[in-house]
């Protein structure tokens, strides 16, 4: 077990953003890569983070997935290993420190709305595993941020790769704030600031065993058994559910099935009674 404790005035990060682009113009990738050089970029709030099991080792044909509360989370993860995420484009200063930073570890980006971005992530995945010089890939495969309580269903993509699964389990404690970002109700930077003007943020993150499919096993089993794995670590409890619909309003005609499925199911009901 690995204790980290960052404690860093909110100035240091504003002076991190405004040297961002200094620093992918005039230093080379794998220097940012190095530990001593990414906390400058990572420790933007006082943390308190406790890291389980063997630490992630760069090889390839590997994948590390991971259950997703807010985007700092990648920056929980980067501050032991020098993943590369594959994450949502993202306006503004985020998508400012994509650009100039992230890239340098070998991040994959994608746009949630361009069916398109699918064919070419997927490859871009497979291409990534394959690269015995690429850092170890990171996976959401919640695809979406969820409250820490629970775990929403995987997608299927980061367990169709052919290659070993890496677990991570992530466990905040809500003792000082409450680490999960609706982004539906406040920016990423409202929430930054209310991170880092609360006392402490606090979690443990534990590395599991390394997870390989089984004979029979589809990609979805495959997943489950993982998430299986990532709940009980953490404590979370399962729900079948896809994230993604909290970004699509069903369509009317789905929500009127489900309403005559209530309706029938209430008018047999009370047939049965009387």
């Not at 200094?22 to 940012?32: N, Q, T």
């Not at 015995?132 to 995987?154: H, K, Q, R, S, W």
Request: proline fraction near 5%; include cysteine; glycine fraction near 6%.
């Amino acid at each position: 077990m690995e204790l980290e404790y960052l404690s860093v005035p909110f100035v240091v990060f504003c002076i991190n953003v405004g040297l961002a682009g200094f620093c992918r113009r005039f230093l080379p990738g794998s220097y940012l890569t190095q530990r001593k050089n990414k906390t400058v970029f990572v420790a933007s709030r006082t943390g308190v983070v406790k890291y389980h099991g063997p630490h992630p080792s760069m090889r390839p044909h590997q994948v590390f997935v991971a259950n997703h509360t807010s985007m700092i989370d990648f920056i929980i993860l980067e501050q032991m290993t020098a993943f590369a995420v594959i994450m949502q484009k993202h306006p503004g200063w985020v998508g400012f420190i994509q650009k100039t930073i992230l890239e340098s570890v070998g991040c994959i980006w994608f746009n949630r709305t361009e069916s398109k971005d699918r064919e070419i992530v997927a490859k871009k995945l497979r291409d990534h595993v394959e690269g015995p010089d690429n850092n170890p890939l990171l996976i959401f495969p919640e695809g979406t941020c969820v409250n820490n309580a629970y775990t929403v269903m995987f997608k299927k993509g980061a367990f169709e790769l052919g290659c070993a699964v890496c677990p991570i389990a992530i466990k905040y404690n809500k003792i000082f704030v409450d680490a999960f970002w609706n982004s539906k109700k406040q920016s990423f930077t409202m929430h930054l600031v209310r991170l880092m003007t609360s006392w402490a943020v606090v979690c443990d993150v534990w590395y599991l065993e390394p997870q390989f499919i089984k004979p029979g096993e589809t990609s979805i089993d495959f997943a489950e058994r993982v998430r299986d794995m990532i709940s009980a670590r953490a404590g979370l409890k399962k729900v079948p559910w896809d994230g993604y619909l909290k970004y699509f309003r069903p369509s009317p005609k789905l929500t009127e099935k489900k309403q005559q499925i209530f309706a029938e199911d209430v008018l047999r009901r009370l047939e049965t009674e009387n």
